[in-house]
Nanobody, 127 residues
Framework: QVQLAESGGGSVQAGGSLSLSCVAS????????IGWFRQIPGKAREGVAF????????RYTDSVKGRFTISQDSAKRSVHLQMNNLDSEDTAMYYC????????????????????WGRGTQVTVSS
């Protein structure tokens, strides 16, 4: 069973920055999708940012484009989410996700696309 360990998060004022990291216990293939979802209590999970570890092709939800940057280091099995110019609407629990198996395309922002989930790390942005 692959495990995902998230770190980072915390509290920041609006306009500030935070960085999230996630380390996977293993990768099974050279092209896999990894990324981040977020969830506000009472609302559906939202796909935030994703990256293919083989091609480095990225995908972002519209609301974070230009503010968040996802990157990865396949040798360290790690993915990072740099979040800049945060606002209160970014407040949520952030979950690292990984898809099992070989995948060459643009990673999908669907929950069902991912097999492994981290426990989550809280990001709180105060205005």
């Amino acid at each position: 069973q692959v495990q995902l360990a998230e770190s980072g998060g915390g509290s920041v004022q609006a306009g500030g920055s935070l960085s999230l990291s996630c380390v996977a216990s293993e990768y099974t293939d050279p092209h896999q999708c990894i990324g981040w979802f977020r969830q506000i209590p009472g609302k559906a999970r939202e796909g935030v940012a994703f990256i293919n570890i083989g091609s480095n092709i990225t995908r972002y939800t519209d609301s974070v484009k230009g503010r968040f940057t996802i990157s990865q280091d396949s040798a360290k099995r790690s993915v990072h989410l740099q979040m800049n110019n945060l606002d209160s609407e970014d407040t949520a629990m952030y979950y690292c996700v990984l898809r099992r198996g070989l995948y060459y395309g643009l990673c999908k922002p669907s929950e069902l696309f991912y097999n492994y989930w981290g426990r989550g790390t809280q990001v709180t942005v105060s205005s």
